[in-house]
């Protein structure tokens, strides 16, 4: 396994800028998850695909935020209109059915 | 509503000296228990899964536990290396959802 893959690494930008982030699962892995984590916090679940379909989203995953895994293979993550509230690290995780979710080193984002 | 405490928030120990970490959970239907482990600017590694109470996993100096109520994480004779954040997570509910809901973790110093 090559590990789970996110691009970039860091990302700051501008208040009511759009961005957008890159996961490559591992290859055979069905499953991919997107969480959120803050300084001192464990990870919070935004959001998870079985191969192409989004089948679960929290209420974190405001209107601002959209999620797509168009070919069941890396999936991308957007936010328009940045926030202050949004700087943290954002990680993606993939897993087979019923298997230990494996993350990624995450997309560390920074608002200005 | 589903909830995971850890503790304590923070853990000096001197190289050689064996403790436990904490997670208590209060969940509806658990599924699994997980332990992670995580480095500064690193996404959370994978350690341990646990299903049912009574079952116990080891990993080096590593040894995972669960009751109905908590997990415990002990730590034999640590070396600095070990110095980390462990996180515990939980996947609950009998639905769909295959989220892990995190505690906020447990900050290791292992000092030589």
């Known amino acids: 396994d090559t590990g789970v893959s996110q691009d970039p690494r860091h990302k700051i930008t501008k208040r009511g800028q759009n961005v957008t982030f890159r996961c490559d699962p591992i290859?055979?892995?069905?499953?991919l998850y997107w969480y959120r984590q803050t300084l001192g916090q464990g990870p919070e679940f935004l959001t998870y695909?079985?191969?192409?379909?989004?089948?679960?989203k929290s209420r974190l995953l405001s209107d601002r935020f959209s999620a797509e895994r168009p070919k069941g293979s890396f999936s991308t993550l957007e936010i328009q209109r940045t926030e202050q509230g949004d700087s943290a690290m954002y990680l993606c995780?993939?897993?087979?059915?019923?298997?230990?979710?494996?993350f990624g080193d995450g997309t560390r984002l920074s608002i200005l | 509503e589903d909830q995971v405490t850890q503790s304590p928030e923070a853990l000096r120990l001197q190289e050689g000296e064996s403790s436990s970490l904490n997670c208590s959970y209060t969940?509806?239907?658990?599924?699994?228990l997980f332990w992670y482990r995580q480095d500064p600017g690193k996404g959370p590694e994978f350690l341990f899964t646990?299903?049912?109470a009574g079952e116990e996993k080891e990993k080096e100096r590593l040894k995972a536990t669960l009751t109905k109520k908590e997990s415990f994480l002990h730590i034999t004779a640590p070396k600095p290396e070990d110095s980390a954040t462990y996180l515990c997570?939980?996947?609950?509910?009998?639905?769909?959802?295959?989220?892990?809901?995190f505690g906020t973790g447990t900050l290791l110093a292992v000092q030589p």
């Open positions: 646990l299903y049912s």
């Open positions: 995780a993939s897993s087979r059915t019923n298997q230990p979710q494996h």
């Open positions: 290859s055979e892995h069905n499953r």
């Open positions: 997570a939980v996947q609950a509910g009998r639905g769909a959802t295959n989220k892990l809901i």
């Open positions: 695909f079985q191969n192409e379909a989004q089948l679960e």
């Open positions: 969940v509806s239907g658990l599924r699994g």
